[in-house]
């Protein structure tokens, strides 16, 4: 059976992300036959609507193939030509697609959706969560760095909510993901199967706004005094220390939660969320995120991460360097240096005016 089942029906075009046991991880197979059949319907004017759904109770997409990503990491030595580095070549090519997709683009992200789930659903026109969604982006816990879009997306949060996402890895909820801007609309999960019916007959927006409920209530909302207040710092250990000093007990634990991630992650992270707040387009982020990507690849925490978290289970990685205070300016900005003719090369915005 296929990793990703495509099909054209009723003027719908269906991706279902179909490794329900992986919860439908993205592999590279699967991000270049959503690439091609997205292309083909662009132009195919039997396809009205295109739908993402995955297949499974567990989630729409747990994020990438980590185990493949750690075999390429684990040489020491791989780069913008190895295996991860190609399938990231192109599937930020899909993300960027997504984002300026010409037809709409219903993504239904039920239950989980983390990392490369979120460059799958979050660049999307219509964006749908239901009580069961966990929406995040987690890469720091595993000495990476948020890609796929994903630090567009979290740095155009209200106020500093994004950085706290990112550096301590939380989990937003239906509620968290809308206010957040990652998702649209909530539509109980009972109430799926009869939307996905309704596209069939109906546009996207009025088979939407037939189900559609109004979204929960955001805790993460509902927290941005401590939330701004801590992550508006220049640097992570002034983040830390305000995080510490805070009377907020969700203050404290947040501090706990970001100290335990690569110390390294956590630096190169903020200046990527910091980048592309100024960055004019999805693409300049991208470009920009291959780069972190590409050398995150080669580093030591990548390897450790995902030993400590998937691999071996442990839970205990052995980060270098260890603290914050040990990693240097020049180590972070190590990770954004252009790689020549291997860059990304996105068209962005302001290059085609």
């Keep these: 059976m296929s990793d990703v089942l495509i099909e054209k029906r009723d003027g719908l075009g269906l991706i279902t992300l179909n490794r329900p046991k992986a919860i439908n991880a993205l592999n590279h197979p699967m ?26 109770e567990r989630g729409l997409c747990a994020g990438g193939d980590i185990v493949a990503i750690h075999a390429d990491a684990k040489t020491g030595a791989a780069g913008a030509d190895s295996p991860t580095g190609v399938f990231w070549r192109d599937e930020y090519i899909l993300n960027a697609l997504i984002g300026r997709y010409s037809k709409p683009y219903v993504v239904v992200m039920d239950g989980i959706v983390m990392g490369g789930g979120v460059g799958l ?4 026109s219509h964006r749908i969560v239901t009580e069961r969604s966990k929406v995040g982006m987690p890469e720091v816990g595993i000495g990476f760095v948020p890609d796929v879009g994903g630090t567009y997306l979290l740095a155009r949060t209200p106020g500093e909510i994004g950085t706290h996402v990112a550096l301590t890895t939380a989990r937003m909820s239906a509620g968290d993901a809308i206010a957040a801007g990652f998702a649209d609309y909530y539509v109980p999960s009972d109430d799926i199967p009869a939307l996905l019916d309704a596209l069939r007959t109906a546009t996207a927006d009025a088979a939407i706004a037939e189900f559609a409920k109004p979204a929960p209530e955001s805790e993460l909302l509902g927290q941005r005094d401590w939330i701004d207040a801590c992550y508006s710092a220049d640097t992570v250990e002034e983040i830390v220390a305000r995080l510490q000093a805070h009377d907020a007990p969700e203050a404290s634990k947040a501090a706990s939660d970001l100290l335990a991630k690569s110390p390294v992650a956590l630096k190169v992270t903020l200046r990527s969320l910091r980048a592309a707040r100024e ?47 040990e990693v240097t300016d020049a180590q972070v900005a190590a990770y954004f240096a252009e790689l020549g003719d291997k860059e990304l090369g996105l068209a962005t915005a302001e290059a085609e005016q």
């Design 121 to 124: 659903s979050g660049h999307g």
């Design 279 to 325: 960055l004019p387009s999805l693409e300049a982020v991208l470009n920009e995120e291959y780069r972190v990507s590409i050398a995150s690849l080669g580093s030591h925490d990548l390897v450790e991460g995902i030993r400590a978290q998937v691999v071996d289970k442990d839970r205990n990685p052995q980060w270098r360097p260890a603290t914050l205070a």
């Design 31 to 56: 991000a270049l036959a959503i690439t091609d059949a997205l292309r083909a319907w662009a132009e195919d004017d039997e396809v009205r609507t295109v739908v993402v759904t995955g297949a499974g």
